[in-house]
């Protein structure tokens, strides 16, 4: 009876098991997503290398990071290729969405991939590499750069199995190609109209991730976002030239404003912080330092411009210094690491006319008649209460001075204030034209 009730109790819970596989066998499979979108710079090379160390922390099936950029910092490129070569996990780069690019560096990150995938409408290529810091490489520079770029894009390629020949061609030659024949030559590996059909076509295919074969099961896998943290975004805001640009002219600004108005502290404080953040933008940006030297010498000259009477000639100068300066400060023969000349002529003339205000309002200070204390006396009119003659006398501004004069002026006469040293007040008579 025993052995009975014992059978049927293994027969009913097998029937359970198998019914419900899942519960037992089946583990839902995560894959995680980053969007990099913008210039490839050092908070996008650290975000990159902290995902995919999350990702592997965590297991996850596999990295998916989709790609939109125009390139960026050749040392920024280097340590996110390093980090894809070397992680633990698979890593797919997908150039999406439509409209979207991988130009430049990003043609590196591309092709450094397990996977590399685009959506239709998308372009990759451009990859010649430029000289930053607003100088000019020679010829042997020149030379030494780009078959260093060539050396490392084909060594990529060949580790990837992907087309060589085209990888030189696109750091020699700069060209750029569509998805579709991108995928004909072998720089990619799909192309894939959305997230959902690129996790369908990799199910299934093998990579290698570190010398271990690795299969992809990725059909109906759920799909994990990783973002920025508000630090990262913040220092990615801060790279952006245009940001960059304001920050330092708010700094200057604000400096200037405490320089000339002593005790005012708040543009102050406000000033040096937006210098501070204006120069770690700086440090990801192709910075020419001639242009803030012209930008420095224009505060210099705005400066003068209160203690020296120019006619406005050091305030002009000083406008074109700003102009200039502004004009050569990130002088990079790549546009997103330029400012925009829309962001930066507003910001200089209204930088500038900032300034000259200011220098006004302080000149006409410094050179108006004192309205208070013994300086504000001289000037006033006044009437005379005890004969001058040289010592009298006087009644002005509500108020009994004694007085002297050069000349002798009778009691009741109206006399004017020309001079003032200690209590005594100098005067002269006034002449009435009607007399």
């Not at 991988?102 to 430029?130: D, E, F, K, Q």
């Not at 309002?361 to 005379?384: D, N, Q, Y």
Request: glycine share 8%; hydrophobic share 50%.
């Amino acid at each position: 009876m025993n052995n009975t009730i014992n059978k049927r109790a293994i027969i009913f819970f097998l029937i359970i098991i198998f019914s419900f596989p899942g519960i037992v066998f089946s583990k839902a499979t995560t894959v995680n997503l980053a969007k990099v979108e913008g210039v490839i710079n050092p908070v996008a090379a650290e975000f990159i290398d902290s995902i995919i160390k999350t990702s592997e922390e965590e297991s996850a099936h596999c990295l998916i990071i989709q790609l939109d950029t125009p390139g960026g910092l050749d040392t920024s490129m280097r340590q996110i290729v390093k980090a894809i070569l070397n992680a633990e996990v698979p890593v797919i780069v997908y150039v999406a969405p439509a409209g979207a690019r991988a130009a430049s560096a990003g043609v590196m990150i591309t092709m450094a991939a397990h996977v590399a995938a685009m959506a239709p409408g998308t372009n990759i290529g451009a990859a010649h590499p430029v000289a930053l810091g607003g100088g000019k490489m020679s010829r042997e520079m020149v030379e030494k750069v780009e078959n260093d770029a060539v050396a490392y894009i084909q060594s990529i390629a060949t580790k990837k199995n992907r087309n060589v020949e085209w990888a030189e061609k696109a750091v020699r030659e700069s060209v750029s190609i569509k998805a579709g024949e991108a995928l004909e030559i072998n720089v990619i590996d799909l192309v894939s109209p959305n997230l959902n059909d690129l996790l369908n076509q990799i199910d299934g295919r093998e990579v290698e991730v570190n010398d271990k074969k690795t299969v992809f099961s990725t059909r109906d896998a759920d799909i994990r976002e990783l973002e920025m943290n508000f630090r990262d975004k913040i220092l990615d805001t801060l790279s952006n030239p245009n940001i960059a640009y304001i920050l330092m002219m708010i700094g200057l600004a604000g400096l200037y404003f405490e320089l000339s108005h002593p005790g005012a502290i708040f543009p102050g404080v406000i000033g040096a912080i937006c210098l501070v953040l204006a120069f770690y933008s700086f440090q990801t940006l192709s910075v020419n330092y001639a242009g803030f030297l012209l930008i420095f010498l224009a505060i210099i000259l705005f400066i003068a411009e209160i203690k020296v009477t120019s006619y406005g000639l050091l305030s002009i100068g000083g406008t074109v210094s700003l102009v200039l300066g502004s004009l050569m400060l990130f002088d990079s023969p790549a546009p997103y690491l330029r400012v925009s000349y829309g962001t930066l002529l507003s910001t200089a003339l209204i930088t500038a006319s900032f300034f000259v205000l200011i220098a006004t309002l302080a000149f006409r200070a410094h050179i108006r008649k004192p309205a208070t204390g013994m300086e504000g006396l001289i000037g006033m009119k006044g009437v005379v209460t005890i004969r001058v003659a040289p010592n009298g006398k006087v009644f002005v501004h509500g108020e009994y001075w004694n007085a002297y004069s050069e000349e002798v002026i009778e009691e009741g006469e109206e006399v004017e204030v020309i001079e003032v040293k200690g209590l005594k007040v100098k005067v002269k008579k006034i002449i009435n034209k009607n007399e």
